[in-house]
Each structure stands twice: as C-alpha cells, then as structure tokens.
C-alpha cells in the first residue's frame, strides 16, 4: 500500500467552522489520515487536502441543514459528511448509516473517542431499513452514488416534507436534470442546487437539495411503509 503523506495543520478556516470543537476535528482528521488510510476508507493521497476537501467541505453542508432535526447519513463511509456535521452542530440528531463491518466498526470508534452522544451507528443498507429506523427530516449523502439510485435509497427515509442534501460537483445540475423522472415517481415536489461554504472552501460546496412532499418515496413505498407500520405494532404488542 502507498504510504500516506503527512497529515497538514488545520487552516484557520476550520478554527471559524469548528469552534471549541477544533480539537475533536483535529483527533477525527488524525484518525482519517492513520487508522483510515490503514484500513482502506481514505485513499493515501487524499491525506494532503483531509482539511479542505473533506472536512470543510462537508462541515459546511450545516448552512443547509435546519435547527435541531434528525439526520441520516446514508452510505457514511469513514463519516463523511456525518462526523464534520455532528462536530460543528451538536443541536441535531445524527445517524450514520453504513453496510460495510470495517466502516462501521471505524465510526463507532470514532464517535465514542470524540463523545458524540447525539451519533449513533447503524450497520445497513439504506434499501432495508424502511421500518427498522425512525424517519428523518434530513438525509445526508456525499459521492455514494448518482442522484437517480442515491435519491431511490434515501427518500424513502425521509418523514414527510423532509429533504435529502446530497454533496455534488460540477456535474449537480445535470444530475438533477436527468434524474427529474425518477424523482417525481420517488414522491418529490422541489429540487435546487445550492452553493454552501463562503469565505471557507474554494470552490464553494455544492449541494443538491431534494424535497419530499407527504408521500416520501412515492406510490411505490408508501406499502411498504404501511407493511412496516404493521409489523411494527405486532412486534410491540407481542412483547
């Protein structure tokens, strides 16, 4: 395996984005760029640009994210945008969602070893979890997959009139453009492409913001969100 580079300093930028918090970002980036390089969630290339690229980037996604909601990050990998948004707003309720034992074994120590209680860990696909976890105001994702298939896993999380933020590049409008028919028939009502991260990241953060209306998922989900209901209250009652 290529051997990682040298982890840099924080920039003053993360000291505005962070806060008091900076130390718990600095012993996340120390994680990222040692244990995540070892065990295969960062490239050991990406350790030189940890700061800008990753941490920043997704700690900005905050702007876009409302007052003292829950949060599913679906597909979290080594926790990003999870872990940077938990950092810098401790009023939301977060949940990292990953399939893989290695990554979730990862975030669970890291969210112990930084003390983020409002975190919690969950090992699964996002396609299986529809009745096995809460639904959320607000479903995170950052390059998991193209908007079409991300928004097919995500939606369906969602509690009505939530919204997914997926972090995108260059290509976000023509994602949402191509995707505007999967996502009519996911029950979405409103797209937007945003720019987040003024005066912090540069180029700025790009955010595709998907909107749900009381249907989230569409016709398609709404059975098997009823199923899920009923299997829910028949486990309670039976205990």
């Known amino acids: 395996m290529e051997e990682a580079a040298e982890l840099p300093p924080p920039p003053p930028e993360a ?6 918090r ?31 690229r990753h941490l920043l980037n997704c700690a900005v996604l905050s702007e876009a994210v409302p007052d003292g909601v829950s949060v599913c990050d679906v597909g979290s990998g080594a926790g990003l945008p999870g872990i940077p948004l938990a950092l810098v707003r401790p009023d939301l309720q977060i ?20 003390g983020l209680d409002h975190v919690t860990v969950v090992r699964g696909r996002a396609e299986e979890m529809l009745g096995k976890v809460q639904p959320v105001h607000v479903v995170t994702a950052r390059a998991v997959a193209p908007l079409d298939r991300l928004a097919g896993w995500g939606v369906p999380l969602l509690r009505p009139y939530g919204e997914m933020l997926a972090l995108k590049g260059d290509t976000a409008e023509e994602e949402l453009k191509g995707a505007r028919a999967a996502l009519s028939k996911l029950g979405v009502v409103r797209t937007s492409v945003l720019q987040v991260g003024e005066g912090v990241v540069d180029p700025l953060s790009t955010v595709v913001r998907v909107e749900v209306g009381e249907s989230p998922g569409g016709v398609r989900f709404a059975a098997k969100r009823a199923k899920a209901a009923r299997v829910g209250r ?4 039976r205990r």
């Open 95 to 114: 949940t990292l969602l990953e399939p893989l034992l290695r990554r979730t074994t990862f975030l669970q120590e890291v969210v112990e070893l930084l």
């Open 15 to 20: 000291r505005v984005v962070f806060g008091d």
């Open 22 to 52: 900076l130390p718990e970002a600095v012993r996340y980036a120390e994680l990222l760029a040692d244990a995540g390089v070892r065990r295969g969630l960062i490239g050991p290339r990406e350790v030189p640009r940890l700061w800008e």
């Open 234 to 237: 028949a486990t309670r009652r």
